[in-house]
């Protein structure tokens, strides 16, 4: 789920792509520092690399460096070659259940969201990288939080390969012209500047009060001092119920049906429209200019549609929380690279994982494609550059929470199976009644945390 | 007496009435025997080995049920297992083993409030949609028996472009239809005098994110691509209507009404029920156009049966046990309807 599904879906502009041949160039000449730690094991004809969401022009250069590094730190893999499919977001649970339990085009290296990761580890499609990660000199630059999320019980199934958030995205012009003078840090003032572009510019709705997109809502609950759910020991409490949280829930509610600042055809929606689409909703809608403020990270970006207004003036600022003047806590999304229980290549596609993940190439991949790199060093270097696009999701950053999107049975209770929280605010939305819907939703998150269904 | 000579046209011709070995044969086979008994190559002797056992019909069903049983049997009795093992992801790549869990599968849907909700909607959908469409396509049928030849089939043609429409694309252009940002339905809409209901409210409308009218777009959209096949097959029905029973009803002074339900429904009856079964089928097991329209699984409290069938199977983790109860559920629930129209139909059958 990570970036929430087509997130990932960074087609990217024409001019990343020159930035990216002068990075990936730079890189491959400037470290070879990590070979060396090679297997005995003889070489595989190919290795597969599942990536996530749609082919990128700009990635797919960024991959044929690092292969080319790859083959020259591991001669022993020269002949290797290193095949890259592209796996849609929405797909990638069927793909690898099909490649598990059929046996057949599994892939060496995969692609995975970041709260998909202890749940593929549980389900047993990953292997075990504990051993690996010891030797390689990568490992102790990590961020910390980003590898416990990856490791169950002391042995760790996949490496962090980049982190994302979201912010809020506004355009100066509009800000300007509505006599907005600084980005809101309370949630009174969201709502309040909301109202003023909706009123400057008549026809356009204020902001995006989507239902399914809980890696955003999150920020809302965290923002009030709540939690979605807590856990001590192996048990988990859903905690939908505490004033917090339902004073967050009651906001963002009332920004459709009291504030009027959200429309109706955003019930039901995520950032990119209806549940399965990979284009289209909010990220249009404030792309040609429909929508004032909306919620996304900046890998968004590349799925705005080609005719959109102005994009020069496109700003972003973090999410605020309910009294200021701190931003509220942001869910830490990202991709994670693990190598297949079932493939044949387990040593040779570490290596390769170890080429592709280094510091130098992982921070390139997240520079030209809207991402933070997995390296305390390269995150806090990054904060001085990136101008006021980036500067919200900078700020953001520092501030990440990612508990309890990445618990095992989340997948359970947050996708098609039972959608809880969007399900709940929808139907809040359009008309149920606050105290019981919420408790009804807060039983269902916390049976399913801990048992892994509803009933 | 007249019903089951003028069932034919509408219902497929019964898989059991193969024709028995055709007449010619027989006599040349005889004097073949008396004659050379001896020299009888295999195909001789397999040929006459398979009329002295009687199993040509068998032998000709073959192909049939080899297809049938490999295609849906053998599906079926897999599912019918998977009902009864906690069947998932580690059993299906053979890391553990599956267990059997007797009922518990079927306890768990049948405990699931989000079934019951599902079920509900999905009778609903079908009670609304089956009269519906078999009310419109028994009056076009009606229609287009009135009309001229060539002006018959310009009808029926365009009628049957509607039914051919894979329901994919169908279910695309009725989003498109509905779409809240420019789509034709809210525009015209808001445009209608407030008198027929229209006007700024209708501006923006989402169709598609509340049961009710989302479930109002697919009515319209199944029973227009339902009704076609209904009006042609009352249609081919109506062709077999004896006109003299049409004329004496005529002749008595019965009106259009009267003469619909004293002589043609009474002898199309058989027909009726079996269109209607096969709609109660299609709409109670809608999966694809409810798919589309309510956006993919994202909205959980616009389920029907099929989507939530399918949520079990195929959002991660998947459940292949639950979904199969579920399915089971469904296929008995179709069962139990079969078996009452069936029974409607023996019954009308002896008395007529």
Redesign the interface.
Known sequence: MGLRKRSAVLGAAAGVAAAALAIAGCSSGGSSSAGASSSTASAPKTLTVWRMGGSVPSQVTWMNGVVAQFHKEYPQYASTQVKVDWIPWGNR??DW?NA??SGKNIPDITELGNTDTP?EAA??ILAPLTSDLSSWSGTKGLVPGMLANDTQSGTTYAVPWFGGVRAVWYRTDQFKKAGITSTPTTWAELQADAVKLQQTYPGTTGFDAIT?DTNAFASFIWGAGGQIATQSGSQWTADLTSPQSEAAIKYYVGLYTTAKVS???Y????ELG????TSGGPNE?FGLG?LDLYIDGPWAKATLPKNSVDMSNIASFPIPSENGPNSAPVFSGGSDLAVFKTSPNQTAAWDLISVMDNPANSTSFATLSGFFSPYSAQISASETTGGAFNAGFAKAALNGQTSPLNAKNW??AD?????II??ML??LM?GAPFASTVAAANTQLQSVLNT???? | MVTSSHSRPGTPSPAGSTPPPSEPDGPRNTTKRSAAAAHWSIQQRTAIWIRKHGVAPYLLLLPATAIIGALIVWPAVQVGLFSFQNYG??Q????LPAQWVGFANYS?IL????FWQSLKTSVYFALVVVPLTMIIGTLVGLLLVRLGSKMRTFVSVSALLAWATPAVSASVIFVWLVD??GGVVDWALAKLPSWLGGGAQWA???W???TLPAYTVLTVMLVWTGFPFIAVTVLAALRTLPSELLEAARVDGAGPWRTFWKVTFPILRPVFLVLALLSTIWDFGMFTQAYIVT???????EYNLGLYEY??A?????HYGLASAAAFVLTIILLIVTVGYVRAAIKQGSLA
């Open positions: 649970t069927t259940n598990l339990s749940t389900s047993g399914n429309a109706s055809k019930i039901g929606q995520t209806v549940a399965g689409a809608d429909k997948p359970t996708n098609g199976k039972l959608n969007p399900t929808k139907q359009q892994g269904s509803a009933s | 992801l580690m299906i790549s053979g890391v768990q405990h699931d409030p989000e809240p940002d923006g409308f989402s598609t994110n509340a956006g993919d699984l994202g909205n959980r409290d949520s079990q195929f959002t991660q983790p998947p």
